[in-house]
């Protein structure tokens, strides 16, 4: 009896995959090859911030805006987020779709979480609070910094006890505005891009076969971007934040 | 013969993953992935800490790039899979970051160092 010619196993397992002449899946090369590029577009903002650092003439300086505290909570937010991406991977992996989803969407929340805390950054940068007691800044003007000093020696005339007044800090102000918002805002740019990638990725895993434990290519492409906007933080924040308040540097 | 091929093809070729047969066989478990998280939270709180030391002064600076460097490791070679990936996707990562070194320090030099 003729049986129906079917296909050999071996044939199948070709057939799923790709014949390349370096023997790799070539979008993932090319993600490779996009996140060394984006190394170096990243090493030229940080080196821009670096040379700039300290030759700003006037307005708000690192020390007077950042909060570390604060920025240290959104560094853990991102580091989690991580956490979760490669957790989503695995369960994808193993085969758990719905593990999949609740991680990828854990990813999702923190990523947007880093960028509120972003957004909340920016804004109180831009509308910075200054408040300095005139009788304060008389006994002891050695306690203010720079910044502060220029404001009182303009504000703290004959009569006034407190000064408080809108000094906000944006690209405009000097070149640590300039550079700092370049780099961390392209770098928030980035996180946009991924949360938005991870949340078209979630939906579509809600299309049948469309996410599977043999098809986890696009997440394992979105994984890496993710895991990458995490390391350039892993950069930014002492660079940037812990350097730029870092008071044991001989002055 | 042409079974053979195809054998060679299988070892050869990429799967979906992207990546060279056999190399996702030692990917790291769950916990694995949790350690590393913690790792990586344990030495950024080192990090926040040691800025408050002022008395480091330039000693802040090699200290700081160990543990950043350790903390990218840490997420390239375990989270991104570079450890367990094919060794191209590793060389060519690495290659980035060494020329975004290099564009690091040729900027510093041209900028700061030498005040062009």
């Known amino acids: ?251 | 013969m042409a079974t053979e091929q195809m054998t060679d093809d299988h070892t050869l070729a990429a799967g979906p993953n992207g990546a060279a047969e056999g190399s996702h066989s030692e990917h790291p478990t769950p916990l694995t992935y949790f350690k590393v998280a913690m790792t990586l939270v344990v030495l950024t709180i080192l990090e926040v800490v040691l800025f408050l030391i002022d008395a480091l002064s330039y000693g802040i600076i090699p200290v700081i790039a160990i543990l950043s460097i350790a903390k990218f490791a840490l997420v390239g070679l375990f989270y991104m899979h570079l450890r367990f990936d094919h060794r191209l996707f590793y060389t060519m990562f690495v290659v980035g970051l060494f020329l975004a070194l290099g564009v690091v320090f040729a900027i510093m030099g041209l900028f700061s160092w030498f005040d062009v």
């Open chain 1, 1 to 251: 009896m003729a049986q129906a010619p079917t296909t050999p196993p071996a044939v199948v397992h070709q057939e799923e995959h790709e014949k390349t002449t370096t023997g790799l899946n070539h979008k993932k090369l090319l993600m490779w090859a996009f996140l060394a590029s984006d190394c170096m577009f990243f090493g030229t903002l940080i080196a821009t911030y670096l040379v700039y650092k300290g030759k700003s003439k006037v307005g708000a300086l690192p020390e007077d805006v950042f909060s570390i505290p604060v920025t240290s909570v959104s560094t853990f937010v991102l580091l989690m987020s991580s956490m979760s991406m490669v957790l989503a991977y695995a369960a994808l992996r193993r085969g758990s779709l719905k593990g999949f989803r609740i991680w990828l969407l854990s990813t999702i929340l923190l990523g947007s979480t880093f960028l509120g805390f972003q957004v909340f950054e920016f804004y109180e940068f831009v509308n910075h609070e200054v408040t300095i007691d005139c009788h304060e800044f008389a006994a002891n003007p050695d306690g203010f910094s720079p910044f502060e000093a220029g404001i009182a020696g303009d504000e703290c005339t004959e009569g006034v006890d407190e000064y408080e007044g809108t000094h906000g800090l944006t690209p405009r102000t000097n070149l640590f505005g300039t550079t700092f918002f370049t780099l961390t805002g392209l770098h928030g740019t980035h996180v946009t891009i991924g949360v938005i990638w991870l949340l078209g990725l979630f939906f579509y895993s809600f299309k049948k076969g469309a996410v599977t434990p043999a098809r986890h290519l696009d997440t394992d492409l979105a994984a890496l971007y993710w895991h990458f906007v995490d390391v350039v933080w892993i950069i930014i924040f002492p660079v940037v934040y812990l350097f730029g308040v870092f008071e044991g540097f001989p002055t």
